[in-house]
């Protein structure tokens, strides 16, 4: 079974994919949360990434486990929720948040 989301984390210079096995009902809420504490580091694009990546990873229970989460420079992992290839964009190059239609960030 398992709740299967992805994340595509764009930065200016490429995207990282974020994989979660068990906690797809909540990426998009760990997603603005994400972006809320990476804040301080808005205008430093390698520390915030590092942030997201580091509250995804918390947030979904896998820190320290072989399992859980996945990181990947490609897409290659199932959705569950939609996503072509993924249901959550986390855009720090906008900075925002999108997922079925919903908008963090900016107007």
Not at 19 to 41: F, K
């Amino acid at each position: 079974m398992g709740d299967r989301r992805m994340a595509e984390i764009r930065t200016s210079e490429g995207s990282l994919y974020f994989y979660t096995h068990w906690t797809g009902h909540s990426l998009e809420n760990d997603a603005v949360e994400a972006m809320r504490l990476a804040t301080p580091r808005k205008h430093d694009e390698f520390y915030a990434l590092r942030r997201v990546v580091d509250h995804l990873i918390l947030a979904s229970g896998s820190r320290d486990n072989e399992t859980g989460s996945g990181l990947m420079l490609k897409p290659n992992a199932e959705d569950q929720y939609g996503g072509k290839p993924c249901s959550v964009l986390i855009d720090l190059v906008k900075w925002e948040v999108l997922w079925s239609g919903y908008h963090y960030g900016p107007k």
